[in-house]
C-alpha cells in the first residue's frame, strides 16, 4: 500500500513541486496551502508523514507540528524559509523529525522522507509487539509493566519513583524513537508544582544513574541534541 503524505504550504511552486515528485516516487499525495483541514483530515488514521511549511497564513507551522504531535503518531517533516538554528531547535523539540530549509534540493528531500518513514515503520512494529506483553527485557534488566518494578539479572528490585518508571516505561516501550522533552512530560504523573522542561532532564539523569548507564556514553538512553532521547538497547518482551 502507498505510504500517504500530507504536504502543508501556501508557495504555490513549492506545494506543486513537492506534490508532483512524491506522487511520481508512488506516494499517495494530499496537498493544502492552508493548515486549517490538517487534522481533520488526520483523523482517519491513514496518513504516514506530513510536510509542513512554517509561515502558513491560517496558522504558525509550529503550531500546527506541536498540535499533530500532540494527537497523531506519524512522521513529521518542517519545510520553511527560517534557516535561524533556534527556529530549527524549535521545530525539533517540538516533536518534528527533520526540518529542511529552503530552497532546497529535491533529491535531499526525497531521501529524508524515507529516512523518516524507515524509523517510524521500525518504531511501530516494535511498539506493537510490546505493548501486548506484560515485562520488557533489555540490557540486564527486566521490567515489570504489571507490579512496575525492575530487577537485575540477579532479581534484585531497583526502586523507581512513578515519574522515573514512567520515563523508562514509555522509553523502552518504543525503542528508535525520539521523544522530545514535551511529549516526556505529557506522560509524566500529576505533580504539584507540576513538571517542567527541566524535569524530565533531571529525571534521566536519575534513571540512568540507577541503570548503570553513563551519561558520558550510555548505552540505554541516548541524548538527541535538539531533539530529546531515545531508547537504543534492544527489548524483548512476553507475557
Known amino acids: 500500500m502507498a505510504k500517504r503524505v500530507i504536504i502543508v504550504d501556501d508557495d504555490n ?22 493548515g486549517v483541514e490538517v487534522e481533520d483530515l488526520l483523523e482517519d488514521g491513514t496518513y504516514d ?27 513529521i517533516i518542517i519545510i520553511s524559509g527560517r534557516t535561524d538554528l533556534s527556529d530549527r531547535m524549535n521545530g ?10 529552503k530552497p532546497f534540493e529535491l533529491k535531499d ?3 529524508r522522507i ?11 512494529r516494535t511498539a506493537e509487539t510490546v505493548q501486548q506483553n506484560d515485562w520488557l527485557r533489555f540490557d540486564c534488566w527486566t521490567l515489570n509493566i504489571a507490579s512496575r518494578t525492575l530487577r537485575d539479572t540477579a532479581g534484585n528490585a531497583v526502586a523507581l519513583t512513578t515519574g522515573e518508571y514512567r520515563l523508562l516505561e514509555t522509553l523502552a516501550r518504543h525503542p528508535g524513537r525520539i521523544f522530545n522533552r514535551a511529549q516526556l512530560l505529557e506522560r509524566m504523573p500529576d505533580t504539584n508544582p507540576p513538571a517542567f522542561d527541566r524535569s524530565i532532564d533531571v529525571g534521566i539523569m536519575r534513571l540512568r544513574k540507577k ?14 541534541r535538539n531533539g530529546g532521547y531515545i531508547f537504543v538497547a534492544k527489548v524483548t518482551a512476553g507475557n
Not at 92 to 99: F, K, M, Q, T, V
Not at 114 to 124: A, I
Open 13 to 34: 511552486d513549492v506545494r506543486a513541486l513537492l506534490h508532483n515528485s512524491l506522487a511520481a516516487e508512488g506516494y499517495a499525495v494530499t496537498a493544502l496551502a492552508t
Open 49 to 75: 508523514l506530513a510536510l509542513i511549511d512554517v509561515g502558513l497564513p491560517d496558522i504558525d507551522g509550529f503550531t500546527l507540528t506541536r498540535r499533530i504531535r500532540e494527537r497523531f503518531d506519524i512522521g
Open 92 to 101: 525539533l523539540d517540538l516533536g518534528a523529525d527533520d526540518y529542511v530549509t
Open 109 to 111: 528531500v526525497l531521501a
Open 114 to 124: 524515507r529516512s523518516v518513514l524507515r524509523r517510524q515503520n521500525r518504531s511501530r
Open 211 to 224: 541503570l548503570g548507564d553513563g551519561t558520558e556514553n550510555p548505552r540505554l538512553i541516548k541524548t538527541v
